[in-house]
């Protein structure tokens, strides 16, 4: 799992790769507005109620 506030780029490539066929482990990308004590809690909820297939070949957004 990437964690990144790069939604500009990394988002795009993420998106390419999988339309390309390729594997990922997932992208979680969080705004850059988001407070860190909300994007804390985030990260935690989503790192708690998934598995990593789950988030396999995936670009999740924060806040959800």
């Given amino acids: 799992m990437v964690v990144s506030h790069d939604?500009?780029?990394l988002g795009r490539s993420a998106w390419?790769?999988?339309a390309a066929g390729?594997?990922?482990?997932?992208?979680?990308q969080i705004s850059q507005v988001l407070p860190?004590?909300?994007a804390i809690d985030e990260?935690?909820?989503v790192a708690e109620?998934?598995?990593p297939v789950d988030l396999q070949d995936?670009?999740?957004y924060l806040p959800l």
């Fill in 22 to 28: 390729r594997r990922m482990p997932g992208v979680i």
């Fill in 36 to 38: 860190i004590g909300r």
């Fill in 7 to 9: 939604v500009a780029t």
């Fill in 16 to 18: 390419e790769r999988v």
């Fill in 49 to 51: 109620c998934s598995r």
């Fill in 43 to 45: 990260l935690v909820l």
């Fill in 58 to 60: 995936r670009v999740t």
